[in-house]
């Protein structure tokens, strides 16, 4: 189910931009859409099924939108590991997420978490995130943040450790389009952050 699931979310959420999970193992890569991506997604979805554990994965795009000089960002989490993240946190193992109790949300408790699991720095420097909300899709929670008053910048660091407390094989995937062809990386436990460089035109 939960692979059905993950290969659906990265059709519909990634626009079949499924070549990033064959070379994650890159520091980053660049990733277009094009039709023989659906061969790719069927040879992912029989790699995954022939797989005995659980798949512990994230997608976080993150856009900049020229208009509102913003970095626009969803991220798509599974809601049972996101849940259990949450948990953890709180100690409380009771808690659902979904129906969270009297005086909590579900927006109030994954900003929370996402605040210290997911942090950026634009040319080094520390920026804010404004968490704007949520959308339930299937098994996963799709996750709405913005980094405003972004005009220009050299280098975005990423860090994501978004469930990597709870499971050591956590992947977050994450994929950046600024000014240029898609970027795309892959956070895990052991190096949950990276950073990705705005190419300069050569003068000819």
Not at 89 to 109: A, F, R, V
Request: glycine fraction near 2%; proline fraction near 3%.
């Amino acid at each position: 189910m939960k692979v059905i699931a993950f290969v659906m979310l990265l059709v519909t959420g990634l626009e079949f931009r499924v070549s990033s999970f064959e070379c994650a193992s890159q520091s980053s890569s660049k990733l277009e859409t094009s039709s023989s991506n659906l061969s790719q997604i069927l040879n992912l979805k029989s790699v995954i099924s022939n797989q005995l554990h659980a798949i512990h994965v994230s997608v976080s795009e993150i856009n900049y939108s020229e208009k509102d000089k913003a970095l626009q960002i969803s991220s798509r989490i599974f809601i049972d590991d996101l849940e259990l993240a949450i948990r953890s946190k709180l100690n409380n193992p009771e808690l659902d997420l979904l129906h969270p109790p009297t005086g909590q949300t579900i927006d109030l408790l994954v900003s929370d978490y996402l605040t210290d699991h997911l942090k950026f720095k634009l040319d080094n420097k520390p920026v804010k995130i404004h968490y704007l909300g949520h959308e339930i899709e299937d098994l996963a929670i799709i996750c709405y943040i913005e980094i405003e008053s972004v005009k220009k910048f050299k280098t975005l660091e990423v860090y994501n450790s978004v469930i990597q407390e709870i499971h050591n094989d956590q992947s977050n995937l994450v994929h950046i389009t600024y000014k240029g062809p898609v970027k795309s990386f892959r956070l895990m436990k052991e190096k949950p952050s990276d950073i990705f460089k705005v190419e300069t035109k050569q003068k000819s």
